[in-house]
């Protein structure tokens, strides 16, 4: 059995008009360098409809960052932070949102607000939670 540690990233942009109905106006996944996989948009909804959803997503994700320590994909996540946890009780499921936004041009251009999301694999619960507990303190 692996405990190769896995991480994923994903994002959720909002702007003033989509903060006013209470959604984002763009979300999915995230690669390195600043790429964005949008599944909010009409070509990946085009997919869906041909493919299914979870080929659709399985199709456009990034691979994750992997990690043989639960040090190194600390400082890999770290590099992003501060973080908030999503739930009050880490474990497995919890993933982590950046306490800030982004301060991009569009930010500061178009108020649009921009936050990533990593989500940590592993096929050993505590050792997710070791990763986790590690970012927040």
């Known amino acids: 059995m692996s405990?190769?540690?896995?991480?994923?990233?994903?994002?959720?942009?909002?702007?003033?008009?989509?903060?006013?109905?209470?959604?984002?106006?763009?979300?999915?996944f995230y690669g390195r360098g600043g790429w964005k996989f949008s599944i909010a948009?009409?070509?990946?909804?085009?997919?869906?409809?041909?493919?299914?959803?979870?080929?659709?997503?399985?199709?456009?994700?990034?691979?994750?960052?992997?990690f043989d320590s639960v040090e190194?994909?600390?400082?890999?996540?770290?590099?992003?932070?501060?973080?908030?946890?999503?739930?009050?009780?880490?474990d497995e499921r919890t993933w982590l949102t950046q306490s800030s936004p982004i301060e991009d041009r569009d930010y500061f251009e178009k108020g649009e607000s921009t936050r990533l999301s990593y989500h940590v694999?592993?096929?050993d619960p505590a050792v997710v939670?070791?990763?986790?507990e590690g970012v927040v303190g």
């Open 129 to 132: 939670k070791e990763v986790l």
């Open 72 to 90: 190194d994909a600390v400082e890999y996540i770290q590099c992003d932070g501060p973080f908030e946890a999503s739930s009050s009780v880490i």
């Open 121 to 123: 694999e592993c096929s």
């Open 41 to 66: 948009d009409d070509n990946f909804q085009a997919r869906v409809a041909k493919d299914g959803r979870e080929k659709a997503l399985k199709d456009m994700q990034p691979e994750a960052e992997c």
């Open 3 to 28: 405990n190769t540690i896995k991480v994923t990233i994903t994002f959720e942009t909002t702007t003033p008009e989509s903060a006013e109905h209470g959604d984002f106006a763009d979300h999915g």
